[in-house]
């Protein structure tokens, strides 16, 4: 309906143009129309996408992870600078479904990043907000590709190392890099379980000053844990490192390990092999959200199933049974 | 249809109180009821497992894994019997997705546990089969209840821990037991990612003769791996131990650390709760599995998929347009 099309939006070909010539501006107006949640927005979104689609994946996709604290954006910050001195454009993204109830834990602070954020070369974005991880993870994805159509070769994203969202960012990115602190044994940081099996690389993060001896030893104690992990399907042996973003320690040492993955996995398959998974995977996992959408996301059936669960939980029903049943509602629901 | 009715079907009653009064044969019968695929079947299933539901649930729940070779029969053999001596009843189920393919290969054998199978407080009951892991993983949970109904008050789910299939049973044990062998120093064993990190407890098999001096070193290096692991949500740090079933090694150890297992969780409320939260997430998975049926069971929705990924990995549509175009395709299939 004409009355919800907010009065400020260019044509579609305006946003398309503006993005493959890198335009920043631009880039960002188009970012607000893939985070848009009002329909017209979502049908010119589409249009956008599909025009830049062939633009893009020409990057490096890397997310990072770790728990509040651990020294994110200073890493991030002195990184993407490390980067741009290299020669490359960076985007810096983040997934963080619950940033509307911690108000922009990540990458809203503007005070953060201050240094790279001043850089021409650097494009740095707050979270978008959601209700969903799954609409949430769609828009950053989404973001990614209008970054790489705008020419950005190297995209960080990144993610509070506690929830769910740390599969998705993997889901969607070529290397996971996880930052740690060396901590006192057997501290366990508020890793999630599962996390550090899809790390391709530990940083011992803030190894300067009196953490310098402590870092070095955390650092074998991960090597020797990931020693008995099983293998990547990339054939890559994840990497354990320490880093200073003080003392811009070891910086340097963690690109040249994520160019020599990038070697590694274009020259065994795994690379390309891994995006095409990567997408094909977006396609179902959109689908799958959607379906349960159509299914759980009328208020009668939350009530339905409440009441449901606690007749599971006092033995009443037969889980079984309770879900045939919901089905048989469902089907008669379309018929 | 009557036509399709297998004439050898007792009364619902008879099954119901055959298993309540712990009848093996007619527990057997019950299983293959419930691992039918005949309609008729599935409605006589639903009204048996309704109606002994209240009597299940009073065991504990084991699931064991390992790769094939790493003497999981003889394990379970050594294991079942230690039980049965200390007075229990043990039944020994398992998810074997493949079991179509690789023709029987886990329970199969009858030559298997032999000394196991003749005693009368051990039921042994070889995998179901299935096309999906989900409707495999519902027939062995339902037999599970049943054998807990006929007094079986510790079931063993064996899985072969290479694939999907040990996230279905350790979604529906209480506790999870890998077994590893003692290897070359990094060798891994074909144990997928993540399976380690749902372990309870790791035991290196095969620990006697020539092997006792590895084992002990693996068993000092799985521990400092465990060591830096994130802490499980049940509050119970994952055991890691030695056993061998020639010489009867180590076998009661384990069963006395699933007994303080019980005791710890059973006294933080982790036991209930784990519990009460795999039965909900049973009825979430299968109306979900049910949902996906619905909406990929068709041939020509195969086809259009297929195509479909060929465009996506050649970049000619975007993942999340072709997800929303079958959504809508699938909508209107039911307008």
Not at 93 to 112: M, V
Not at 273 to 287: A, F, K, L, P
């Amino acid at each position: 309906m004409a009355i919800n099309k907010p009065k400020n939006r260019l044509s579609a070909q305006a946003y398309i143009d503006g993005v493959l010539s890198g335009n920043r501006v631009i880039l960002s107006r188009a970012i607000t129309i893939v985070e848009s949640n009002l329909e017209s927005d979502k049908a010119l979104a589409k249009t956008i996408i599909q025009a830049i689609l062939s633009a893009s994946g020409h990057s490096m996709r890397i997310g990072i992870t770790g728990v509040p604290g651990v020294g994110k954006s200073t890493f991030i910050e002195a990184f993407g600078k490390h980067l741009i001195t290299q020669g490359h454009k960076v985007a810096i993204l983040s997934i963080d479904p619950s940033s509307q109830r911690s108000k922009g834990s990540i990458l809203g602070d503007k005070t953060r990043m201050e240094a790279l954020s001043t850089l021409e070369s650097a494009y740095i974005r707050p979270s978008a907000s959601g209700d969903t991880l799954g609409g949430v993870a769609n828009k950053t994805a989404e973001s990614m590709l209008l970054c790489e159509a705008a020419g950005y070769d190297i995209i960080l994203i990144e993610t509070v190392g506690v929830g769910q969202s740390e599969t998705a960012v993997h889901g969607m990115t070529d290397f996971f890099l996880l930052l740690m602190l060396a901590g006192a044994g057997d501290e366990l940081q508020g890793i999630k379980r599962g996390i550090m099996e899809m790390a391709d690389m530990l940083v011992i993060n803030k190894a300067d000053g009196d953490n310098i001896k402590k870092s070095a030893l955390a650092c074998q104690q991960y090597k020797n844990a990931l020693h008995v992990f099983p293998e990547s399907d990339s054939g890559w042996t994840p990497v354990v490192t320490t880093a200073s973003s003080t003392t811009n320690t070891g910086i340097d040492a963690i690109w040249n390990a994520i160019t020599q993955y990038k070697q590694l996995t274009t020259n065994n398959g795994y690379f390309i092999e891994n995006r095409n998974q990567q997408q094909i995977r977006w396609m179902y996992n959109t689908i799958n959200n959607e379906l349960k959408q159509l299914f759980y996301g009328s208020k009668d059936m939350a009530e339905q199933l409440t009441e449901l669960e606690q007749k599971i939980t006092s033995s009443k029903i037969a889980p079984i049974k309770a879900a045939q049943d919901m089905i048989e509602a469902f089907k008669k629901r379309y018929e």
